[in-house]
């Protein structure tokens, strides 16, 4: 199994950045895709970003040219730098690995981003 921890979440004004870490620690190798998703009050969890084992990436529209996902093999860790915030993006964010067999996937708790002034 992998386990992941969030860190980096908290309140920023509107324009700003925040840099979502994601510690991964257990089977890594069994790691071939890894995303960030969002879940907004009220609202389903969407995905925000995604890079597959050959650096792929992809974006959802509403985070393209402000968000980027990013990785770091020697920290097993994954990041997602978030520029010009905005109060839209307010969620709790989670990252999630999708991994070759069982269990196929596995989840982080979350962390709080909050953009208001």
């Known amino acids: 199994q992998v386990q992941l921890v969030e860190s980096g979440g908290g309140l920023v004004q509107p324009g700003g950045s925040l840099r979502l870490s994601c510690a991964a620690s257990g089977s890594i190798s069994k790691i071939y895709r890894m995303a960030w998703y969002r879940r907004a009050p009220g609202n389903e969890r969407e995905l925000v970003a995604r890079?597959?084992?050959?650096?792929?990436?992809y974006y959802a529209e509403s985070v393209k040219g402000r968000f980027t996902i990013s990785r770091d093999n020697a920290k097993n860790t994954m990041y997602l730098q978030m520029n010009s915030l905005k109060p839209e993006d307010t969620a709790v964010y989670y990252c999630?690995?999708?991994?070759?067999?069982?269990?196929?996937?596995?989840w982080g708790p979350g962390t709080q981003v909050t953009v208001s002034s």
């Open positions: 999630k690995v999708d991994l070759w067999g069982r269990p196929s996937e596995s």
């Open positions: 890079m597959t084992s050959t650096d792929a990436t």
